[in-house]
């Protein structure tokens, strides 16, 4: 079944997916801010990227399997791709972000991660064969300039072949998370591939921090969230339900709506909302760079949504019932 592509219907697709990519920016940029408090009680990065998974895949099993249970059937030829998006998009672009983060400054780590626009955009045009407007690459460039002030990479910059690797392996994994979104998208309902892709995820980060060598004395323990105290199981169940299940729906429900291009970009206000966060709630000042930063990177990602034209439905619609 084919959406149809009247003007006016695209532009409602392309307000939906809008609204779905800046919410889902929103989500998942409030994960830094409310993780780190775990990590300085004593979690490792990895240990809170595998609790985050496997408690937000627990979550969205029950949810979904009692509220729209038909979405969660497979067939077997979609398994494929859905392991491949669980591996790719949720496990390998945690664990390699983290290694990343582990070996490089952070704004460094960021920026590698966030290089992923340029990969869906090469990938787009020149495997695809689809030519992309000339804006669309002026508002990407734009975007990534801004990035570079929001996460001020010049700070305490140094290099280190492994984290520098593992940064550029996380922009590849993002960038085909994106991609095999889309694709995914268009084949079976976002909220079922989404839920199946947790469970694989989690699974996979579970190799790397294993449930029974975690600290679980330490949930109780209070820490600190701005000017509240908070046990550490609240914000770990907090990363789980609006950072991860809530945030991964929103931008996989975005991909029925936009184009991958498209998509990717406006994730980029992802970085803005998590400074934006780590100011009012723990205290981080921004510079005026970074005020900058953002103004700049979010003019870019206008420039995108503004370039995009024709129709904004998947790149493979839903098979007819």
């Keep these: 079944m084919r959406l149809d592509t009247t003007p006016r219907d695209a532009a409602g697709h392309r307000a939906r997916g809008t609204a779905y990519i800046l919410l889902a920016s929103v989500a998942f940029g409030s994960s830094g801010p409310l993780a780190k408090p775990a990590m300085q009680a004593g979690f490792s990065p990895m240990q809170v990227a595998a609790l985050r998974a496997g408690l937000a895949a ?63 955009a090469l990938w787009v045009r020149f495997v695809r064969g689809t030519r992309l407007p000339g804006r669309s690459w002026v508002g990407t460039g734009l975007a990534l300039v801004g990035l570079v002030l929001v996460a001020q990479v010049w700070s305490g910059l140094r290099l280190d072949v492994v984290g520098l690797v593992a940064g550029i392996g996380a922009a590849v994994c993002s960038a085909g998370y994106y991609l095999l979104g889309e694709r995914g998208a268009g084949r079976q309902h976002p909220i079922g591939m989404v839920t199946w892709g947790m469970v694989v995820g989690a699974a996979g980060l579970f190799v790397v921090a294993p449930p029974w060598a975690m600290p679980f004395e330490l949930l109780d323990e209070a820490v600190l969230f701005g000017p509240w105290e908070s046990p550490v199981w609240v914000l770990l169940v907090a990363v789980a339900v609006l950072s991860t299940a809530l945030a991964y729906s929103l931008s996989l429900s975005s991909l029925r709506h936009l184009p991958s291009t498209v998509a990717s970009v406006l994730a980029l206000t992802e970085p803005v909302v998590a400074t934006l966060i780590a100011w009012l709630m723990l205290g981080e000042v921004l510079s005026p760079a970074q005020i900058t930063g953002m103004v700049v990177l979010l003019s870019g990602a206008a420039l995108v949504q503004v370039a995009s034209r024709g129709p904004v439905t998947p790149a493979e619609p839903l098979p007819t019932k």
């Design 58 to 120: 627990l979550v969205l099993l029950a949810v979904v399997g009692a509220v729209m249970p038909g979405v969660l059937r497979v067939r077997r030829e979609q398994w494929p791709l859905l392991i491949a998006y669980g591996l790719t998009g949720v496990a390998a672009v945690q664990a390699l972000f983290f290694v990343a983060v582990s070996r490089l400054p952070v704004g460094v780590a960021m920026l590698l991660e966030y290089t992923s626009p340029v990969l869906v």
